[in-house]
């Protein structure tokens, strides 16, 4: 990939750079926040390191994944990007379904093809130095899945070999220019603009599931959608109650 031929291609204000590998773009743009002057995208050939939420390791082959990260200052502290994954699981969505690729949103970070995961998101955070933060959002997108990189998941993983066929530059720029749009919007107005989006890309809306943290279920309920901070809204016995992203996956199950 070639951080000059993204950049000409895209209509955001982005510093581009690729890199052959590191261990997570993530974890490098974090440590760079506090010395960044513009929104800056990384993006890796290869992540030998890569995270996925709640400590988990992100899997990947050379030049079968997609990896990269996008650092973007939001004015204010950290509580203020309550509903940011979706936003961003919005954005991607719609910029994947523009490439023929139609995709469904699973809270509160996936995104799925045909049932199996296609694409996670990860959002870090760090300070700026005028009491602003930094938001760094790493996503990891398959687009082809050998046998043995499935295995080694050890779960059925979704792939898009349409967006393999494409020029990876010019997908890298779409997905970026969507990706700013969004964030722009998130700042302005935070998450409120995209919930009927998210709502109506759920994968599981009006699907009983279960609520797992660390292989326990904490509730049962009926997924009906999020509300204005991205939280979950589940109708359970007790009545509906809504919840909040963090250390917690959200299962099929029954009611």
Do not use: C
């Not at 990269?68 to 979706?86: D, I, K, N």
């Not at 220019?177 to 603009?193: S, T």
Request: no cysteine; aromatic share 4%.
């Amino acid at each position: 990939m070639n951080a000059a031929a993204i950049a000409a291609l895209s209509r955001a204000a982005v510093d581009v750079e690729v890199v052959a590998e590191t261990g997570s773009t993530n974890a490098d743009l974090l440590a760079r926040a506090s010395q960044l002057r513009r929104p800056t995208l990384l993006i890796a050939e290869h992540q030998s390191a890569g995270r996925g939420r709640a400590g988990r390791s992100w899997l990947s082959a050379p030049g079968d994944t997609l990896t990269f990260s996008l650092a973007w200052q939001f004015a204010g502290a950290p509580q203020r990007l309550l509903g940011l994954p979706l936003a961003v699981g919005v954005a991607l969505a719609e910029a994947l379904a523009a490439l023929d690729v139609p995709v469904r949103l699973k809270w509160p970070n996936d995104l799925l093809k045909d049932g199996a995961k296609l694409a996670g998101i990860l959002i870090e955070t760090g300070g700026a130095a005028d009491g602003d933060t930094w938001a760094v959002i790493g996503v990891g997108l398959n687009l082809l899945m050998p046998d043995q990189l499935e295995t080694r998941i050890g779960r059925a993983a979704a792939s898009a070999p349409w967006l393999a066929r494409m020029d990876r530059d010019a997908l890298m720029a779409a997905l970026l220019d969507a990706l700013a749009a969004a964030l722009a919007q998130f700042g302005q107005a935070g998450f409120a603009p995209f919930r009927p989006r998210w709502d109506a890309l759920h994968a599981w809306h009006d699907r009983p599931v279960a609520i797992v943290d660390h292989g326990a279920v904490l509730q049962h309920g009926v997924a009906r959608g999020v509300d204005d901070s991205g939280r979950l809204l589940l109708d359970t016995a007790a009545g509906r109650v809504a919840v909040l992203a963090g250390d917690v996956s959200l299962r099929l199950g029954e009611h």
